[in-house]
């Protein structure tokens, strides 16, 4: 298992990708900016890039051999501790590139699952984690599992005489798994009830990219104060608060932020927590809108939700940060297609605001630009939900235009 790292440590880091007739060079290259930020979130510091063109990933290291003795000769000479591959590793290609580095090999799995146990707050979350690290780690296995031992309790077990260290420590580690998964049986109950507690409240979630700005948005609409920075996966935990838009309650969460390649067994294993977008009556789509991949972002979003919920729900698209929002006008005699950059943002604005039949605005949550125009646009979408299940309490609701 890899270790993990704290906030009084840093190691130096390279970053390796490639480039292949799925992935060209500048979405490899995004893929990297992406890695290089995990990294850093994990308090790794990313000191070079290694990108290879090739038609797959070579099976048995990854990249081929002359570039992995290019990554070597620099690792060797810059006492690098770290090589960080975009992609997930199979247990050979794992085994193989460490033998020949003979250094600390991460792919980006294991180094967003370090991330989510450095993030872990409460024990339903790190048993989440544990979860999905022991399921990743499994067919990983090497002699250093050996400690794990030690959480099993008893006396000693009667082995057969033929069995293997390795034999050995994946019982171990099935064990665990099976106990965890229990574990989270009897919490996901726990969960259920609590939810069935909170009645017909009408339920708005949260959604996004990971660091879109959903947790300092929770904290203006909520009114109280909830953990966020500019880190990837603040916020693993989902937050729930009971909110009131002039004199309509309703139920909002926060959830776990996305982020392309997100590694499957992160997925199962916080299914639960999902949960409450499958119960969500509305779903807020928080968008970076600086950010130059947005689009791409909105869509890994959109295909992971389909994933979790198929209901089709009334969904409100919120373009947060449009104070970082850069916009680059062209040359006059510059005749090349105009590029996203060269876009202004009262363009993208008009754009998207008539593609959505208006369910998007644009915010800025940090400067708290447009903060009463989304309450006012979040209360007709809850007010008409309210009225569906509440048909007799219509009266109550006034015309909502702007709200302070």
């Known amino acids: 298992m890899t270790k993990e790292i704290t906030e009084n440590y840093e190691e130096t880091a390279v970053l390796v990708g490639l480039i292949t007739p799925q992935q060209n060079e500048e979405r490899a290259n ?18 070079k890039r290694f990108l290879q063109r090739l038609e797959a990933p070579n099976t048995n290291t990854y990249v081929g051999q002359g570039k992995l003795e290019e990554i070597k000769a620099f690792v060797e000479s810059n006492e690098i501790a770290l090589v960080i591959f975009d992609d997930e590793l199979s247990p050979k290609q794992l085994r193989n590139i460490e033998k020949f580095l003979n250094t ?3 792919d980006r799995t294991i180094l967003i699952l370090d991330i989510f146990v450095q993030r872990a707050q409460t024990s339903y979350a790190k048993t989440q984690v544990e979860l999905a690290q022991l399921q990743y780690m499994l067919p990983r ?6 400690h794990l031992d030690r959480q099993r309790g008893g006396g000693t077990t009667s082995r057969g005489m033929g069995e293997t260290q390795i034999e050995t420590d994946k019982r171990i580690v099935q064990s665990r798994i099976a106990l965890l998964k229990e574990e989270l049986k009897k919490i996901d109950k726990q969960m259920a009830t609590q939810r069935k507690n909170r009645g017909k409240m009408v339920r708005v979630a949260l959604v996004g990219y990971t660091n879109v700005g959903k947790s300092t948005l929770m904290t203006l609409l909520s009114k109280t104060e909830v953990f966020a920075e500019n880190k990837l996966f603040a916020t693993l935990d989902t937050t729930v608060r009971k909110v009131t838009i002039e004199n309509l309650p309703f139920l909002l969460c926060d959830t776990v932020g996305f982020i392309r390649k997100l590694p499957h067994h992160l997925v199962e294993s916080f299914k ?5 977008v499958r119960e969500a009556d509305i779903l807020v789509h928080v968008v970076d809108v600086s950010h130059p991949n947005f689009e791409e972002q909105i869509a890994v979003v959109s295909e992971t939700l389909s994933e979790i919920d198929k209901q089709e729900k009334p969904t409100v698209l919120v373009f947060n940060k449009i104070d970082a929002f850069s916009y680059i006008p062209k040359d006059e005699d510059d005749l090349t297609p105009r590029k996203k950059e060269n876009i202004p943002l009262e363009e993208f604005m008009d754009s998207w605001m008539s593609n959505m039949n208006d369910n998007c605005i644009f915010i800025s949550a940090k400067e708290k630009e447009n903060i009463n125009e989304l309450k006012a646009l979040l209360y007709e979408k809850i007010k008409d939900i309210h009225i569906q299940r509440f048909p007799y309490n ?8 702007n709200m302070e």
């Open 104 to 106: 600390k090999v991460l």
């Open 272 to 276: 639960s927590t999902l949960d409450e």
């Open 30 to 47: 995004e893929y990297l900016d992406e890695l290089a930020f995990l990294a850093e979130t994990s308090f790794a510091v990313p000191r």
């Open 394 to 401: 219509d009266f109550l609701y006034p015309q909502v235009d």
């Open 141 to 146: 296995l090497t002699r250093l599992w050996t």
